[in-house]
């Protein structure tokens, strides 16, 4: 019987490490990011949706950000400055991004590859959908900043002065939202978030 290995591969996301040129005080997995980011667009889609009427389906959303990385298994993950130092970089790493995703959907069986491309590619998502995707990877690396922020860690400021900017550039009221009423709790205690919780 032939054997297919998409599952397996996006499995090893566990050992790709993010953040590889900054000092942090914890280790972040791809397969960390992953998961806060499909949690973070399911979130904002259903804000989208109920609290601002948007055109979206936040399972769609949560769906491509759970693969939005899938093809650093095999590219691994290019620091930032790297992918976005110039035109021809960027052109260049989207092109092998591209290619990274074709070769992963080429290890799942003919049957699931109409309901899993659109996922991993993000092809079926609206203008909208894709900001909110978007948006959720940019709020992952928001949070990781405030993390290392909390832990004394400095070397991150920079980055989270970066995200912010981005967050706010696209310019969506879900993002607005968060920003406003649900990131400051991410500087509360553990204490401090579940008072009056139980």
């Known amino acids: 019987m032939e054997r297919f290995a998409f599952a397996a591969l996006l499995a090893r996301q566990k050992y790709i490490t993010r953040w590889g040129l900054m000092r942090s005080s914890r280790t972040e997995t791809l397969a960390e990011h992953t998961a806060d980011t499909a949690q973070l667009a399911f979130l904002l889609g259903a804000l989208a949706k109920a609290q601002y009427g948007a055109d979206v389906d936040p399972a769609k959303i949560s769906a491509a950000a ?14 930032t400055p790297v992918k976005y130092k110039n035109h021809t970089l960027q052109t260049a790493y989207k092109a092998l991004e591209k290619t990274a995703e074709e070769s992963l959907l080429a290890l799942l069986p003919d049957a699931v590859l109409d309901e899993m491309a659109p996922a991993v590619t993000g092809s079926n998502l609206n203008e ?9 990877d940019k709020l992952s690396a928001l949070l990781k900043c405030v993390e290392e922020h909390q832990s004394g860690n400095q070397e991150f400021e920079r980055a989270r002065a970066a995200q912010l900017q981005a967050l706010e550039a696209l310019a969506l009221p879900e993002v ?5 009423t649900m990131l400051p709790c991410y500087y509360e205690t553990l204490d401090e978030l579940t008072a009056g919780v139980f």
């Open 66 to 79: 759970l693969y939005h990385d899938a093809g650093e298994i095999l590219t691994g993950d290019l620091p």
């Open 128 to 136: 909208r959908e894709r900001k909110i995707l978007k948006a959720a």
């Open 176 to 180: 607005a939202f968060f920003l406003e």
